[in-house]
């Protein structure tokens, strides 16, 4: 066997493509891992192109590289994909898996082996790594194709949702564009998306041990993996926007929401965020007294960065006199930002409401209690 053969016997390369595809092969090695140089290189790269970190590497680059056929792209990531259902516990998964899912999806080839080998690479991503995030470019339209596919089933969509929303590794901090676009996908229907976030509003950690049910089977390393991961704290406030957008009652949602200790554990101050944001965006259709009585609920629930964002809220709409009682807050942290804020509105400094929704817009750093 040589690279040559492989090549070939693999993916049924052309003789005129072997030569580009060795380059490429080498290219990609080279550049990205500590592939040994030296004597007959070419030669031993086929031994490392049976392994999956290698061959996902090589891949990403074929698939945009004009000169090679479709049918050697297709055969490609397939081939990347579905290695990954074979994988040893704790072995790497080709890096790509998006980019290579869209591709297929893009030209039509995307099959239910490639969703079980996107599934399966994406439980087994190393945790502290970066090299494996993907472009939005790539993961959305692999999000489409994957949604799409008439072999998804309702509740493999909802675990698949999940597994890639707690993939760091792969989709980065781009979190929060991935949920909002899979929220707004037509292929998905309502009840689905809306299962979706009552889990990402309940659940900090999507798969508890022992408790979520995977619609495929899943061995208990698997279900190990998957019990550490957190849903990043964007999803879980922007969760609680799409809740009411898909059809929960808004008021409801925020009577239960702006409770203490309603929403337990990590991300539960990003749960409350997310409702203050719910609050500032139907404040116009909620009658006065029930929506004042939701900000002072607001103002006094236990974390310190939610308190603070009522009181911005409450500046909007209400003016001085709200923010006043930010200078009778529980934290000293809280009581000298509102003293210099209201020191500030005395001097004539005022905030225009542009201002105020930028302040309101501001990320939650996730794990910000007391």
Same mark, same amino acid.
């Given at each position: 066997?040589?690279?040559?053969?492989?090549?070939?016997?693999?993916?049924?390369?052309?003789?005129? +493509?072997?030569?580009?595809? #060795?380059?490429?092969?080498?290219?990609?090695?080279?550049?990205?891992?500590?592939?040994?140089?030296?004597?007959?290189?070419?030669?031993?790269?086929?031994?490392?192109?049976?392994?999956?970190?290698?061959?996902?590497?090589?891949?990403?680059?074929?698939?945009?590289?004009?000169?090679? !056929? $479709?049918? &050697?792209? +297709?055969?490609?990531?397939?081939?990347?994909?579905?290695?990954?259902?074979?994988?040893?516990?704790?072995?790497?998964?080709?890096?790509?898996?998006? #980019?290579?899912? @869209?591709?297929?999806? $893009?030209?039509?080839?995307?099959?239910?082996?490639?969703?079980?080998?996107?599934?399966?690479?994406?439980?087994?991503?190393?945790?502290?790594?970066?090299?494996?995030?993907?472009?939005?470019?790539?993961?959305?339209?692999?999000?489409?194709? &994957?949604?799409?596919?008439?072999?998804?089933?309702?509740?493999?969509?909802?675990?698949?949702?999940?597994?890639?929303?707690?993939? =760091?590794?792969?989709?980065?901090?781009?979190?929060?564009?991935?949920?909002?676009?899979?929220?707004?996908?037509?292929?998905?229907? $309502?009840?689905?998306?809306?299962? *979706?976030?009552?889990? *990402?509003?309940?659940?900090?950690?999507?798969?508890?041990?022992?408790?979520?049910?995977?619609?495929?089977?899943? !061995? /208990?390393?698997?279900?190990?993996?998957?019990?550490?991961?957190?849903?990043?704290?964007?999803?879980?406030?922007? #969760?609680?926007?799409?809740?009411?957008?898909?059809?929960?009652?808004?008021?409801?949602?925020?009577?239960?929401?702006?409770?203490?200790?309603? &929403?337990?554990?990590?991300?539960?101050?990003? *749960? /409350?965020?997310?409702?203050?944001?719910?609050?500032?965006? =139907?404040?116009?259709?909620?009658?006065? =007294?029930?929506?004042?009585?939701?900000?002072?609920?607001? @103002?006094?629930?236990?974390?310190?960065? &939610?308190?603070?964002?009522?009181?911005?809220?409450?500046?909007?709409?209400?003016?001085?006199?709200?923010?006043?009682? !930010?200078?009778?807050?529980? /934290? $000293?942290?809280?009581?000298?930002?509102?003293?210099?804020?209201?020191?500030?509105? +005395?001097?004539?400094?005022?905030?225009?409401?542009?201002?105020?929704?930028?302040?309101?817009? +501001?990320?939650?750093?996730?794990?910000?209690?007391?």
């Amino acid at each position: 066997m040589d690279t040559s053969t492989f090549l070939k016997k693999h993916l049924d390369a052309t003789d005129e +493509e072997i030569p580009r595809l #060795s380059e490429m092969a080498m290219a990609a090695l080279t550049e990205s891992t500590d592939f040994p140089l030296g004597t007959n290189a070419e030669e031993r790269l086929w031994r490392y192109l049976q392994y999956p970190y290698y061959l996902g590497l090589f891949a990403q680059r074929v698939i945009h590289a004009s000169g090679i !056929s $479709k049918p &050697v792209k +297709e055969k490609l990531c397939h081939a990347v994909l579905q290695i990954n259902m074979h994988l040893d516990q704790g072995q790497e998964p080709g890096p790509g898996l998006f #980019s290579l899912t @869209a591709w297929l999806s $893009k030209n039509n080839f995307l099959k239910r082996e490639d969703y079980l080998g996107l599934r399966r690479g994406l439980i087994w991503l190393p945790r502290l790594t970066d090299s494996y995030i993907e472009d939005l470019e790539h993961v959305l339209p692999a999000c489409e194709g &994957v949604f799409s596919h008439p072999d998804v089933q309702r509740t493999e969509a909802i675990e698949l949702i999940l597994m890639i929303l707690t993939a =760091k590794e792969a989709i980065g901090a781009q979190g929060k564009d991935i949920f909002d676009h899979l929220m707004s996908l037509n292929c998905l229907s $309502k009840s689905l998306k809306r299962e *979706v976030c009552q889990i *990402v509003v309940d659940n900090p950690i999507p798969f508890p041990r022992g408790e979520f049910e995977h619609p495929l089977e899943t !061995s /208990a390393q698997e279900q190990d993996r998957l019990s550490i991961r957190f849903l990043p704290g964007n999803v879980r406030r922007r #969760s609680v926007i799409w809740l009411a957008r898909l059809g929960r009652d808004p008021h409801e949602l925020l009577k239960r929401l702006l409770k203490p200790n309603t &929403v337990r554990g990590y991300g539960g101050d990003q *749960v /409350a965020s997310g409702a203050l944001d719910l609050l500032d965006e =139907k404040w116009e259709e909620l009658d006065d =007294k029930p929506r004042l009585a939701l900000l002072r609920k607001a @103002a006094d629930l236990p974390d310190t960065a &939610v308190r603070k964002r009522a009181y911005i809220l409450g500046e909007k709409y209400k003016g001085m006199d709200f923010l006043k009682q !930010s200078l009778d807050d529980k /934290a $000293k942290s809280l009581r000298e930002w509102a003293k210099e804020r209201l020191d500030r509105r +005395e001097n004539g400094e005022m905030p225009t409401i542009e201002e105020l929704n930028m302040e309101l817009a +501001e990320e939650l750093e996730d794990g910000d209690e007391d």
